[in-house]
């Protein structure tokens, strides 16, 4: 039996990771961190009985506790709160791999943490590789941990790139959905609703990641990721659209050949690559059925409809401290339309205020880029106030 723990078990990765687990079989679940579905928790734990879990704070626990006695569980396990507690989860002796699925900056310092403690991590905050990448791959090379990604894209360049020689790679190339407004106007953005932003064509996801991909923004956080993930610059990491998600990205290499990873948009594809990688194992979904697929089509991505795009690729060419900004700034602006306090257009506009009055600096260590996320989360609601003033909704 392998042991495994889960940092954001109740979330889309974390629920779907559970469900891989079930399938392989031969997985102990030793402990599971989440922040407030206590109900989903206390069924999670009643299901896999872990050791530890971890929730957001003293209130949720509580409330855990009796949405477990309720389900006759026996008896509950050892619960921790907080950051500390996802950390505990993160670095837990007997578990071999971490699922890092936690959603935003919260899983920053325990995954470095699960990181340094040379864990295999089946990385899907794609946060953590944004906000620190060096000080993630390095701490990578120091402990030999191993950094599988879980990101569709992601997964799709680790199976592409299997076998080959990076002198021989000459670019990566990230697909894109392009969102439910790739085919519309600007000022159809403009005035898009938080239910038609949460409208995602393809893939079924979190409530930050749907907004990410409605502003292109998730695949410029992707390009940063790949970054450190592959090691290849900016310069060398394309997008495309390609609205049928098939294709969940490619590589070019130098004599222009282009090899592909194609499947079905199911996250458990991917979580199962990681969790069984060198090795592959047959998995619980339909295979590909190409008598369904009508075409696959390409274009390129509108920068200028999408400025967040644009913006990620800035931040990285930029680099140091700036894509922890972009990052920070990113999720403040997100949640206040999520809030309903701003309008779509206003992110790109919050995020490029925060980076205008950024002054980036070398990740040399934990605590710059913790200061860099707690300044441009300051300045980000000084931005949003000032928009969400200006636009009065
Ligand atoms: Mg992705």
């Known amino acids: 039996m392998k042991a495994i723990s889960i940092l954001g078990s ?57 949405e477990f006695h309720k389900l006759g569980g026996g008896a509950a396990p050892k619960i921790e ?22 959603v935003g900056a919260i899983g920053f310092v325990p995954t470095l943490r699960a990181i340094e403690a040379g864990k ?15 000080l993630m791959t390095k701490a990578a090379a120091a402990s030999g941990a191993e950094l599988l990604p879980v990101d569709s894209e992601h997964n799709a360049l680790h199976q592409c790139l299997r076998g080959e020689t990076k002198k021989e790679v000459k670019r990566l190339i990230l697909t894109a959905s392009g969102g439910p407004f790739r085919t519309k106007s600007r000022l ?3 005035n898009a609703t938080r239910e038609q932003a949460l409208n995602h064509p393809n893939w079924k996801m979190g409530d930050k990641i749907t907004i990410d991909s409605a502003t292109l923004m998730n695949k410029g956080l992707e390009v940063i990721e790949a970054r450190w993930l592959f090691d290849f610059p900016a310069e060398e990491i ?8 098939v294709v969940h990205s490619m590589i070019e290499m130098v004599d222009g050949s282009i090899i592909a990873q194609l499947g079905v948009t199911d996250m458990k594809h991917a979580i199962q690559y990681a969790l069984t990688f060198p ?22 991505p509108d920068m200028e409809k999408f400025p967040c795009l644009a913006l990620a690729y800035k931040a990285l060419k930029i680099g140091g401290t700036m894509p922890a900004a972009l990052n920070a700034a990113n999720e403040i602006a997100v949640q206040a339309f999520l809030d309903d306090k701003i309008r779509l257009s206003e992110i790109p506009k919050i995020i490029e205020f925060v980076m205008n009055r950024h002054q980036p ?4 260590n934990l605590e710059i880029v913790l200061e860099t996320d707690a300044q441009a989360r300051k300045n980000a609601i000084i931005s949003l106030e000032k928009s969400a003033l200006a636009t009065k909704i």
């Open 10 to 66: 109740t979330g889309s990765i974390g629920c779907n990771a559970l469900k891989v687990v079930e399938h392989l079989g031969d997985y102990r679940v030793v402990a599971l961190g989440a922040g407030r579905n206590m109900a989903k928790l206390a069924e999670q734990t009643a299901r896999f009985q872990p050791e530890l879990v971890s929730v957001e704070n003293e209130d949720c626990a509580e409330t855990f506790l009796r």
């Open 81 to 102: 709160t907080g950051e500390k507690g996802l950390i505990a989860i993160a670095t837990h002796e007997a578990a071999e791999t971490i699922v890092s699925a936690t």
């Open 120 to 134: 295999r991590i089946a990385l899907a905050n794609k946060e953590t590789l944004v906000m620190a990448g060096e």
């Open 188 to 190: 159809e953005i403009e």
């Open 238 to 245: 394309g997008v495309v659209v390609h609205p049928q998600s």
């Open 279 to 300: 090795e592959r194992q047959p998995n619980c979904l339909e295979p590909l059925d190409f008598r369904k697929i009508s075409q696959l089509t390409f274009e390129e």
């Open 361 to 364: 600096q070398p990740v040399s």
